[in-house]
């Protein structure tokens, strides 16, 4: 018997403090009994500070830590983001431009608009987009409005919302509340040394300074350099490059033009000759990058179209490498990687953050009691996020393969069926047949992306899935009065939701109700 | 639109009031005037849609445009504040009145100003109403403000059937958890008690029963207008 108590997380970023705050928010009260988590941060090594970008799923997890929504947009910079806008990304046109929303199509649970929405099209001739006809959100972000007023709850919406945020202030919020509410010890050292037993289990980690420190569990979030899973247990890393390309980024900040300028409320992701760029809205600034493959362009040529993008030269843009890839496995012996030193993959639907909550909920909730069990929670750990990661990796590889873009060899390489997952070529065969909803193809629980985000790319970009009219004979009267519903929800939303900036002051001046 | 004037008798002598001015479905009370008001009407928390702050109010009718369903004999008389009060605001300690509120008029209703130009009674009696609102808001917003910080407030669904088909649900209205009000230690207890805030408490949440006869009476008034239809 050897009970696991003692919770050692080893990295100060985003993933470290975060975990922390899950796993401690969810162990909350086993003090008593000798439960403990102690972060190690290193005073040396900088953070990187991925992705300003994050899913909804960050209001339950900040609701369940127990911080306060207010004090979060006060003291991160956080915006509301309701989705993202894929601008040329099909044709390469300027005018080619469709949002993934975050709100699902009107009554999902009960029906799929799909086909109805297709017939529509096909007997009116005139295109109205997926988007807007089944959900409100697409306008409300071109109108540029909060999916909330200052009357709405913390954490509570008309429409579902995620945040965008400044990581390097996301860190140090999350690390007070984990040094001042959740009783995570903090200790600032280098790990010089990894311990390991004969059954090769992480014992203790050598610290700086002459001190040691053991634990039961270990978790890797030193980033890229994953000092743990990597260097200590050795686990090797699975590239995906032949998959998905982009493997540079240049990262710049745009300030806005005046103290009063619009903030979108949704992440802008603009396709560009070998890559994309993303622009994301704060209330202080504009994070804006571009991701892009370095085998097809070069960097002064990503630069090039990056200061075309802003209309002018970008200031010592920052550049970020990304190996797209991640562990073979996740949790070895006592020794488990959330975050960089799990992998990453370009920021394109903004799953950094996600995996990082995802695995540590998943771990605060499987937490083995016994060292005689950790082997049993680890291998379904390891089962449930190789299939995320496999899910995310399939649904980015999406954006790429509907694209009609044929003008360089980086779009017209991404169509090669070698670089085309398996999984993803039958769904593709799938789909032009029937269209994906919630129970045919997506079964797992907490699925990472629901088969909503699906519709919303294939039909954003155009993907054509034939119809069977006389099957939709049930359900026509129910599709369209959810069709009318939606626009009647639109137009009252459009007309009753504050600005985005508006709603943002009023939370900085006076801040939201609990209840 | 709203036109605010210092109040003076100068300026103001053939001013009169009306008193009997359509009141709104929902109106604000402060804190002293729960006693009165549970009685006979819901009490129940909503929030400024502007600045989303919480404040209390009393329910008088279940739908915006509707007259009160209890006249002010079955209201025992009780009329709040806020509403003796309505179309006058304090400006650093004068009297402001809004020009276009409807109780304003020079031909009909009470003067507001004796041949002397000195305040008549319909005046004496909206100065001492606005000097009691005055103090009572600030009293009743640090009760507002003890509730939240106990976690005490909570969202109330209110959903009504009526006889003729209609369905009514109110929404954004909430009121004081008994349950949450039974969770707190014995100090926090003492403490409300002598405060005078457990007592505000129950009537508060006590005073969600008047929904009751609220609903009864609208449904009986619906059916008569059918009968007599």
Redesign the interface.
Known sequence: MKPIKKIVIVGGGTAGWLTACIIAARHKGREASGFSVTLIESANTPIIGVGEGTWPTMRSTLSRIGVSETEFFRQCDASFKQGALFSRWTTGEASDAYFHPLMLPQGFSQINLVPHWLQQNLHKNSEQNFCDTVCPQGVICQKGLAPKTISHAEFEGVANYAYHLDAGKFAPFLQKHACTQLNVKHVIADVTQVKLTDTGDIDKLMLNEEQEISGDLFIDCTGFRALLIGDAMQVPFKDCKDILFCDTALAVQVPYEHEFSPIATHTISTAQSAGWIWDIGLPTRRGVGHVYSSQHISDEHAERELAAYLGKNAISPRKIKIHSGHRETFWKNNCVAVGLSAGFLEPLEASAIVLIELSAKLIAEQLPVDREVMDIIAKRFNATTLYRWGRIIDFLKLHYVLTQRRDSDFWRDNLEPSSIPERLKDLLLLWSYQSPWFHDEFNQVEEIFPAASYQYVLYGMKFKTQVETDTLQNTAKYAERLLRENKNLTEKLGLSLPYHRDLIMKIHERGLQTV | MARFELLSADKHQDLRLINKTAPPHFTPVISNEFFEAANSLPIMLT????????FTGVVLSMKAGEPPIKNLAQRGGFVPLSLQCNGFYISDQQIAIDRDNPRFNTTEGDALFTASRQPAECLRKVQHALGKLHVGQEQTKTFIKTM?DN?L???VDLNFSFDNGERLSLK?L?SISLDSLHQLDDAKVIEFFRAGYMQQAYLVAGSLKQFNSLAHMRNQALLNQTELA
């Open positions: 929030k400024n849609s502007e600045t989303g702050e919480f939240m976690q407030i909570e969202p954004g909430y």
